[in-house]
């Protein structure tokens, strides 16, 4: 094989480093932002760049972005550590950027990288200083800024979203980074065809910074192996699997909880398999994911098929019993079965009318009839007088309100005609006749 351009002593930066962006021009992806009519990139232009919360998925230019929009300001970035420094390392920032900006008339950008892990005290602290201007407070997070910043600091920002690299983008980098003699892998005489640069995309899961790590170890195995040409074989066995985009306990982990659950109740058997197989593969915790399909056995199938709280609460009893990885089967089996079930959320409207009934009027007495009298104050109350035993009535059913007496006919579970639901609207029905026999014979 020819030249090894990309393959220098041990202290040569990785290749996402050497191939970050110098300019914003060279940012892919995200035009919206940064693009030649990007509203980031216009306000940066004309000095006038606020306070800002970068917000998106591992490797989308986060932090290379917040760099070039400093440089596009004129402003000086001074990086802070959401970890590692406490409220007086923020007091010194602050202190400095005053001073700056006083005797230099120059703004600082103070950047935060995953400010998710600010403390309230670090928070606290920054918000007079963002809100006086004497800083510009750029953060960037992983994690929905909603859920991890107090909202005086929030209302004091604007959130910015970053999308997930698609495959185009990603293997544009790929190309820049074969082509690039000066800073990628350039002269390496690597026949690396769109093909497998579109399964290297495929397998880095949206990450630039994975696309480069991953391009990195193709190569240098390539030309170890004293390959000429890159196949899928190659491609594979340098990414080892797919990386999965999951975090257990950020937004990804919410999101695809509500795929699946979506989909699940959509009747969707292919979409509900395929977002398991995510979850799975990313490392969820198979007890969560059964707690949930459990949920969605009353949620969304309830009483159209009674047995789908039969198959979920079998699948959480098999999860423990095998552990992962042997349960993925379980619990396809039972995603499977919950997807394919015929789906009423009849319970699910029933029990929050009840809840809201509830909270209306909490305090509605238990009628005399259903109380029990075991104590002779009790019967001399009236505790227990009208109790009809219901095994002594015709049909087996009694004549007798068991609601509060300001609630009696009022109904909360009205069955739909899905499943066996059907059939429960028919025995409603059937309970109707015979507690009307019931008092017709009294009569």
Known sequence: MGGESGFGSERRQPLAERMRPKTLDEVV?????????????????????????????????????ARLLCTAGGARMVSFSAVLSGVKEVRSVMAEAEQRLKFEDRRTVLFVDEIHRFNKAQQDAFLPHVEAGHITLMGATTENPSFELNRALLSR????????????????????????????????????????????????????????????????????????EVNSELVARAAQRAIASYDKGGEEHFNLISALHKSVRNSDVDASMYWLGRMIEGGADPRYIVRRLIRIASEDVGMADPRALEQATAAAGAVEHLGFPECDLVLAQCVTYLALAPKSNRLYTAMASVKKTIAGDPGEPVPLQLRNASTRLMRELGYGQGYQYAHDEPGGVAD????????????????????????????????????????????
């Open 29 to 65: 992806g995200q035009d919206k932002l940064v693009g030649p009519e990007g509203v980031l990139r216009s306000l940066a232009q004309r000095g006038e760049l606020p306070s800002v919360i970068l917000w998106g998925p591992p490797g989308s230019g986060k932090t290379t972005i």
């Open 157 to 228: 920002v604007k959130v910015y979203t970053l999308e997930q690299l698609g495959e185009d983008s990603l293997v544009e980098l790929t190309q820049r980074a074969l082509d690039n003699i000066e800073r990628g892998l350039g002269g390496h005489d690597l026949a690396f065809a769109v093909q497998q640069q579109v399964l290297l995309a495929r397998m880095a899961g949206g990450d630039a910074r994975q696309t480069f790590n991953l391009l990195e170890t193709v190569v240098a195995l390539a030309h170890a192996e004293g390959l000429s």
């Open 400 to 443: 007798m309100s068991c609601l509060p007496d300001k609630m009696a006919g009022v109904r909360f579970y009205r069955p739909g005609d899905t499943g066996w639901e059907a059939r429960i609207r028919e025995r409603l029905r059937e309970i109707t006749v015979a507690r009307k026999h019931g008092r017709k014979s009294d009569s």
